[in-house]
């Protein structure tokens, strides 16, 4: 998986240009990343022929602050 350090619009063409935050294999997870524009991306590929849904999962919150 390949995590961007912040997203601050939702431009998605400003994806290229955003740093990447790490890129992420096996049974380590990522840190948790903290997002200050009210926006986060996460794309996940694969060079498996066939996923199944209990392959990959994540979750996130919104908070107050």
Same mark, same amino acid.
């Given at each position: 998986m390949?995590i961007?350090?912040?997203?601050r619009s939702?431009?998605?063409?400003k994806l290229i240009?955003? /740093?990447f935050g790490?890129?992420?294999?096996g /049974?380590? /997870?990522?840190?948790?990343r903290?997002?200050l524009y009210?926006g986060?991306?996460?794309?996940?590929?694969?060079?498996?022929?066939?996923?199944?849904p209990?392959?990959?999962?994540g979750?996130?919150?919104?908070?107050?602050?």
């Amino acid at each position: 998986m390949d995590i961007y350090t912040e997203i601050r619009s939702d431009n998605a063409t400003k994806l290229i240009e955003t /740093p990447f935050g790490g890129r992420y294999c096996g /049974p380590i /997870p990522p840190r948790r990343r903290v997002s200050l524009y009210q926006g986060i991306a996460l794309s996940y590929f694969t060079d498996k022929n066939m996923t199944l849904p209990s392959l990959f999962s994540g979750r996130y919150s919104f908070i107050n602050a």
